[in-house]
Structures are given as structure tokens and as C-alpha cells.
């Protein structure tokens, strides 16, 4: 078993609608999770940082951690095209530790 | 946000040849950098972990015979694959972030697509 979970999707999704992502864990350990968005053949961009359970918000992105249950979720509202792409969950035990990825969520766009 | 900047972004190369790819941090002191591969639709593995200075951590499985690092400066690490393989066709990716700083202050480079004929 992998000890970060993420569907790998695709997810495709009508243009303005919201996109939920998220991913599941078995290391009760972590306490620090982000989001990462990547571009075909591009490197991955960090969207969200959080720590330890509790939303977050930030634009179009919400960003949601149960550690009770080992989820983490994120949201993406008013979805547009230019947010195709895959989406990548990460965490670590600690602030500055190695991070665990996700498999990945490849989310499509529609117009 | 900082950059880093990786090149080249593609490689092809013949079988037993070795590549080298450069990751630079352009406007900060790196003092760490990672060194990833992905293979398609499947995540990051972190493959070593670079202090400059020292000498590179390894994951386990990674050989590091084969995967040289070197990072011998503030702003650049570099990564030869010795002797490729078309089982090392794969996207290498780095990440560089200063002493101190959190995951939150971590960047990644572009990338590079090796393929070995």
C-alpha cells in the first residue's frame, strides 16, 4: 500500500463548475501538507501550504485536512480551462523534511 | 517566487552514453537541492537529497554509482546519468530551497526529458 492514495483521474469538469481533489494517507506522522499544480513536461507549482488539520482559503482554492481520518481535499471554484492539469498532493512530518507525493489527479477543463 | 532553472528540458541520447543535467537557483543561495524522476501519470520519487558541500543522500533503490550529483556551489547541482539505459528514459526533475527555509519556500525546475535509444 502506497502511503499517499490519489486517484489519478482524469477528472473533467464543465468550465465554472468546482473541482474537488483529494487524497488520502496512512502516516499519521505527517503534519504538513500542500497541493502542487503541474503543467505537462513542466515542473510542479505550489498552490497550497498547510499545516496540521483545518481549511485554508486562497483565491479560487480551498484547501481542506482531516487529520482525524487521513484526508486532505482541495477545492477549486469557478473553474476555467488554464486549470487543466495534474494536480499533486505532498506532505511531510516535519517543516523542512522530504515530501511524499501523490500519484496524481489529471483534471480536464471543458469549455 | 524564486526560480530555478533546469537544462536542458530534452535530451536524447544512445545507449551507454552519460548526460548531465544542471539545476540552477537564479535568485537565492540553494542551499539544498533534490533530485526527482517521474515516470508518465505516476508521481515524483525523490531519488537524493543534495547539501552543498557535501556529498549526496541517496533513497533506497537509487544507485548512486549510476546517478552522480554534485553540488558544489550555492546556485548549482548537477546530475549525470552514467551510462544510460533506455530503462532511464524517465522526466528528471529538481528542487532547491535555502537553509532554513520550509517546504512552503521550496522550487521546483522545469524538468528534463531524457530518452535513451
Known amino acids: 500500500q502506497k502511503e499517499v492514495e490519489q486517484d489519478p483521474g482524469p477528472l473533467s469538469v464543465p468550465e465554472g463548475a468546482i473541482v474537488s481533489l483529494n487524497c488520502t494517507y496512512s502516516?499519521?506522522?505527517?503534519?504538513?501538507f500542500m497541493w502542487y499544480r503541474q503543467y505537462s513536461r513542466k515542473g510542479p507549482e505550489l498552490l497550497m501550504y498547510?499545516?496540521?488539520?483545518g481549511n485554508k482559503e486562497d483565491g479560487r482554492f480551498t484547501a481542506q485536512v482531516d487529520k482525524s481520518s487521513k484526508y486532505i481535499s482541495l477545492f477549486i471554484r469557478d473553474s476555467q480551462p488554464s486549470d487543466s492539469a495534474t494536480y499533486l498532493c505532498?506532505?511531510?512530518?516535519?517543516?523542512?523534511?522530504?515530501?511524499?507525493f501523490g500519484g496524481g489527479t489529471r483534471v480536464l477543463v471543458k469549455p | 517566487g524564486a526560480v530555478v532553472s533546469q537544462h536542458p528540458s530534452r535530451v536524447i541520447c544512445k545507449s551507454g552514453t552519460s548526460v548531465k543535467i544542471e539545476c540552477r537557483s537564479l535568485?537565492?543561495?540553494?542551499?539544498?537541492m533534490f533530485w526527482y524522476r517521474q515516470f508518465p501519470k505516476q508521481s515524483l520519487m525523490l531519488m537524493a537529497t543534495?547539501?552543498?558541500?557535501?556529498?549526496?543522500?541517496?533513497e533506497q533503490g537509487v544507485e548512486k554509482d549510476k546517478f552522480l550529483i554534485n553540488h558544489a556551489s550555492l546556485t548549482l547541482s548537477t546530475l549525470t546519468v552514467t551510462s544510460a539505459h533506455p530503462e532511464d528514459s524517465s522526466f528528471y526533475i529538481c528542487?532547491?530551497?535555502?537553509?532554513?527555509?520550509?517546504?512552503?519556500?521550496?522550487?521546483f525546475g522545469s524538468g528534463t526529458q531524457l530518452s535513451v535509444l
Open positions: 528542487s532547491a530551497r535555502t537553509q532554513g527555509a520550509t517546504n512552503e519556500k521550496l522550487f
Open positions: 502516516n499519521s506522522a505527517f503534519q504538513y
Open positions: 498547510t499545516y496540521s488539520s
Open positions: 505532498a506532505m511531510t512530518k516535519a517543516a523542512g523534511n522530504k515530501l511524499t
Open positions: 535568485d537565492f543561495q540553494a542551499t539544498t
Open positions: 543534495s547539501n552543498e558541500g557535501s556529498k549526496a543522500t541517496y
